[in-house]
T-cell receptor, first 111, second 114 residues
Framework: DGGITQSPKYLFRKEGQNVTLSCEQN?????MYWYRQDPGQGLRLIYY???????QKGDIAEGYSVSREKKESFPLTVTSAQKNPTAFYLC??????????FGQGTRLTVV | AQSVTQLDSQVPVFEEAPVELRCNYS??????LFWYVQYPNQGLQLLLK??????LVKGINGFEAEFNKSQTSFHLRKPSVHISDTAEYFC????????????FGPGTRLSVLP
């Protein structure tokens, strides 16, 4: 059954730590996206990738990094430079003529 | 570039009543339009989409939307809501490309009251 999987569902980070959020899709989609969602707010684009080995900054890329070594995978690293990382993170993928398909999200909390 | 406006941040409605969630967009090119639903602590689920063809689009869970090019609108409707429809609803627009031009509105919180 095709889909998009994010892990872990919940993640806790200490101050000054880098953490990596996983996103895997088996939909054979070329494009993948990372969004951040804060309570009561909409989605803000962090990074997106239209093809393997290429990615572009979104509206709020500072303090984040990504890689796209495989079509199926688009991990997001939240670095220590991100001063307010507590949020709900959503990964999505898109194919030709389709809407975006979303994972179930990762809730990151700084402790 | 595209943009999306959802004028109503919150919409309370009684169970079994009809509901309309409004979405207006701006774009200089032809667009694809989408509605998503988000339940608490979950990802977004695609409700319906307009790519081309008939302007009345039917989706899952009894929802439908109508694309109106002259009014640049894509309002979401359901003739009779259930408690389980309580969720956040997002309208999105795309120019069809894979890039940054896949834009979401701020969301509308639908609360269905018993």
């Amino acid at each position: 059954d095709g889909g998009i999987t994010q892990s872990p569902k919940y993640l806790f980070r200490k101050e000054g730590q880098n953490v990596t959020l996983s996103c895997e899709q088996n939909l054979n989609h070329d494009a993948m996206y990372w969004y951040r969602q804060d309570p009561g707010q909409g989605l803000r684009l962090i990074y997106y990738s239209q093809i393997v080995n290429d990615f572009q900054k979104g509206d709020i890329a500072e303090g984040y990094s990504v890689s796209r070594e495989k079509k199926e995978s688009f991990p997001l690293t939240v670095t220590s430079a991100q001063k307010n990382p507590t949020a709900f993170y959503l990964c999505a993928s898109r194919g030709t003529g389709t809407g975006a398909f979303f994972g179930q999200g990762t809730r990151l909390t700084v402790v | 570039a595209q943009s999306v406006t959802q004028l109503d941040s919150q919409v309370p409605v009684f169970e079994e009543a009809p509901v309309e969630l409004r979405c207006n967009y701006s774009s200089s090119v032809s667009v694809y339009l989408f509605w998503y639903v988000q339940y608490p602590n979950q990802g977004l689920q695609l409700l319906l989409k307009y790519l081309s063809g008939s302007t009345l689009v039917k989706g899952i869970n009894g929802f439908e939307a109508e694309f109106n090019k002259s009014q640049t609108s894509f309002h979401l409707r359901k003739p009779s809501v259930h408690i389980s429809d309580t969720a956040e609803y997002f309208c999105a627009v795309s120019d069809g490309g894979y890039g940054q031009n896949f834009v979401f509105g701020p969301g509308t919180r639908l609360s269905v009251l018993p």
